[in-house]
């Protein structure tokens, strides 16, 4: 079983100085210590990937890097490990618990497009989902992100009704990044019931941010589009 200090010794040699510019182009996030190593993300999540047996203990310690890509390679292990029909429940539960109680570690908007989905989304499917709805009131952006994020593993399954509370939650954000999930979901949530987007739309399209309309309604017509740019 892989440990947190094989992982790290294994990504030093996927280093890559031309990747070194990836922290300033994907890491919006404003704690003053993250670093990058410069690793092509298809290297990254390979190498994550074959390390899927790492123990929980040792994911959590790779949290604790200052690397953004450690942090990376962290929460792809533990999507990895969430999506894998063979882990058990009780690991899943952890998985779920740990992204939780690490959020503070996991705070870019790309962290939570990566494991939201299946760490957290995923585990709710048969749970009640009052955890999102406390996560969409905080006052951390990367948690409000998960929110949303999470609901796509519902949305795949044609459950549209949390994605489009946590829409109307959210729906006037100060924050760009979370503008432009809610919108992305939206969309997502559009392509299995457009009527309800519409609904939704002639609801809140004149006074949400127009980011947030634009990828709302990137897949409909062009006539759908110019009606609600127009509002």
């Known amino acids: 079983m892989p440990t947190a200090q094989q992982f790290i010794e294994a990504m030093t040699d996927l280093r890559d100085e031309k990747e070194l510019g990836k922290l300033e182009k994907f890491f919006k996030g404003n704690d003053g210590h993250t670093q990058a190593m410069g690793i092509k993300f298809g290297d990254l999540f390979k190498l994550a990937e074959a390390c ?16 953004y890509e450690v942090r990376m390679g962290a ?21 779920f618990d740990l992204y ?7 705070n870019n908007w ?14 709710l499917q048969d749970k009640p989902r009052t955890i999102l709805y406390e996560l969409a009131q905080s006052n951390d952006p990367w948690e ?3 929110a949303i994020v999470a609901t796509h593993a519902f949305i795949k399954k044609n459950q549209l009704d949390d994605t489009f509370k946590i829409a109307e939650i959210l729906i006037n954000d100060a924050h760009e990044l979370i503008n ?23 609801k809140y399209a004149a006074t949400m941010p127009r980011i947030t309309l634009r990828y709302a309604i990137e897949k409909l ?6 009606h609600y740019m127009t509002q």
């Open 180 to 202: 432009k999930a809610v919108g992305s979901w939206l969309r997502e949530a559009g392509k299995r019931d457009e009527k309800r987007l519409l609904d939704f739309l002639d």
């Open 75 to 95: 929460v792809s292990i533990m999507d990895f490990k969430a999506k894998d029909k063979k882990t058990p429940p009780e690991v899943k539960k952890a998985l």
């Open 221 to 226: 017509d062009e006539s759908q589009k110019r």
């Open 144 to 146: 409000r992100r998960t």
């Open 52 to 67: 899927r047996d790492m123990a929980l203990d040792e994911i959590n310690a790779l949290l604790d890097s200052d690397y």
């Open 110 to 123: 790309d962290f939570v497009d990566r494991g939201a989905p299946a760490i957290i989304g995923e585990y």
């Open 100 to 106: 939780l109680q690490r959020h503070d570690r996991l």
